[in-house]
């Protein structure tokens, strides 16, 4: 299509994320979007919801960083930029149509950022013919005097991107290896999140559920590599590929959860006390 070819080249990526796939995700998610249209609107709508009434929690209402900015589907910007006085998108992919919302409001930037600190190493390993798979490192910027950090909804899709290249690129690196290293990003992400010393939200799938064209359940399946999460704050049900949109026999739904944490000093000291 003109306008992915047109987004494409004017988006904001950096050569290694545009190598990994991170750009042709992006544009596949916005597809994707407008055709779900209405199947997505109840799981966006919470997922906007949760971020604000994580937001009017926070005493401090200095600055908001949310990390897996992306379309700004789920980002109830507007009222953000009222609540607080700095508003930090972060992502690793911004379209030129984001660009331009952002252009309205005069205390929000966006930031390229990858949370996982993979993306570039991963590109280099490939291209020197490393046949190795870099650590997980967040960058302690991430959070820089944020008074809340949301992580938006992608929890679970922090190895899909990196994972799809290592089946392109890196083939002679055993499956079973592959899989401990994307289950440990996603345990790493979480901890990095819980060891913040500010609030934190943390909106997430957690579980994928396929069913036939009757209703019945034929799957269930942990997007995060069964990492144990505690009972969410609110669940609700994203019916990401209605039955005929990805499977003519089959519709996939994916269980999201919200949870909201203390600042890990706080918390750390009332269980002292």
Request: aromatic fraction near 6%.
């Amino acid at each position: 299509m003109l306008s992915d070819v047109i987004a494409s080249f004017f988006a904001t990526a950096s050569p290694a994320h545009r190598a990994l796939g991170y750009l042709d995700e992006t544009l596949d998610m916005r597809r994707r979007a407008r055709t779900n249209r209405e199947a997505w609107r109840l799981h966006l709508g919470h997922s906007r919801q949760l971020v604000l009434s994580s937001a009017h929690r926070c005493s401090n209402r200095d600055k908001i960083v949310i990390l897996g900015s992306g379309l700004l589907l789920d980002v109830p910007l507007a009222e953000l930029s009222e609540t607080f006085r700095e508003v930090v998108l972060k992502d690793v992919v911004c379209l030129p149509e984001v660009r331009k919302q952002l252009t309205t409001y005069g205390n929000v930037t966006f930031v390229g950022h990858d949370v996982t600190g993979l993306a570039e190493r991963l590109h280099r390993n490939s291209r020197q013919g490393i046949i190795q798979l870099p650590d997980f490192a967040p960058s302690v910027a991430a959070s820089d005097g944020a008074s809340l950090v949301v992580s938006l909804n992608i929890l679970s899709q922090l190895w899909v991107v990196p994972r799809a290249f290592i089946g392109r690129h890196l083939r002679q690196i055993d499956l079973e290896q592959v899989d401990d290293w994307c289950a440990r990003i996603v345990e790493r992400h979480y901890a990095w999140l819980r060891s913040l010393p500010c609030d934190v939200c943390l909106i997430a799938d957690h579980e994928a559920v396929k069913r036939d064209v009757t209703g019945i359940v034929i799957s269930r399946t942990s997007t995060v590599f069964g990492l144990q999460l505690p009972q969410a704050d609110v669940s609700w049900t994203w019916n990401i590929a209605p039955i005929g949109k990805q499977n003519p026999h089959a519709s996939k739904e994916l269980i999201v959860g919200a949870w909201n944490f203390r600042p890990a000093e706080a918390a750390l000291r009332s269980t002292v006390a």
